[in-house]
């Protein structure tokens, strides 16, 4: 199973563009990487998934190098709203299976100062 | 848009009672999940189903079990609740192979 390890927290200011970097590297061919979103007793919420290369959505985008071994949450211009934990999930999606892809652990802290 | 559904949200037992939480996925989902998650603690994977059938079990105790109906909500049975599991249960479901889930908001189970 790929374990994943994120940095514990990050600060960051107003306006700024967030990178937020997962290692990963024993990821398996099959699987995905799903980054989840989680405010103070509040369900996570899915923010974006990505296989290879680069996906954008309106929200985040996720860089991944040709390895996979890594990834990269990019938050552009955050604000004070976005502060939250986040979550690197490492998994076979269409497994689906009490793997990587369900485990939340370790998350990122990220807090966002005016 | 619908959005999974949970209750009660907020429920009150003493130790050694029984709860039973329930959760409305999200209509044509067909794959459920428990977590729970303790204060200051990542949710952890309790147990999922898939078409009504147990799909994975990760760390749920004994003295819980859950079931998913033939309407595909589901519930978890909590008995001989102790103060330990005392914590945020988070419902969620997702179409099957997707790889995202989307959570309810919660029941906050409190054991006195």
């Known amino acids: 199973l790929a374990k994943t390890t994120q940095p514990i927290s990050m600060d960051s200011y107003e306006g700024q563009e967030v990178n937020i970097t997962c290692s990963h590297n024993?990821?398996?061919?099959?699987?995905?990487i799903t980054w989840y979103q989680q405010f103070p007793s509040q369900g996570p919420r899915f923010i974006i998934q990505?296989?290879?290369t680069k996906v954008t959505n309106e929200v985040a985008s996720l860089f991944i190098p040709a390895d996979r071994k890594s990834s990269t949450l990019s938050l552009p211009r955050v604000s004070l709203s976005d502060t939250a934990v986040y979550y690197c999930?490492?998994?076979?999606?269409?497994?689906?299976?009490?793997?990587?892809?369900?485990?939340f652990g370790g998350g990122t802290r990220l807090m966002v100062k005016p | 848009a619908a959005g999974v559904i949970q209750s009660p949200r907020h429920l009150i037992k003493e130790k050694r009672e029984t709860a039973t939480l329930k959760c409305y996925p999200i209509?044509?989902?067909?794959?459920v999940y428990w977590y729970q998650q303790g204060p200051g603690q990542d949710p952890q994977f309790l147990i999922s189903f898939y078409e009504k059938m147990q799909s994975d079990k990760g760390s749920i105790p004994d003295r819980f079990s859950a079931q998913q109906f033939s309407d595909y909500h589901s519930e978890l049975n909590m008995s001989s609740l102790e103060l330990g599991d005392s914590a945020l249960y988070f419902c969620?479901?997702?179409?099957?192979?997707?790889?995202?889930?989307?959570f309810g908001e919660g029941s906050r189970l409190t054991v006195l």
């Open positions: 990505g296989y290879k």
């Open positions: 999930l490492v998994g076979d999606k269409q497994r689906n299976n009490a793997g990587n892809m369900l485990t």
């Open positions: 209509p044509r989902h067909d794959t």
């Open positions: 024993n990821i398996a061919t099959n699987d995905y």
């Open positions: 969620a479901s997702s179409p099957r192979g997707s790889g995202e889930l989307f």
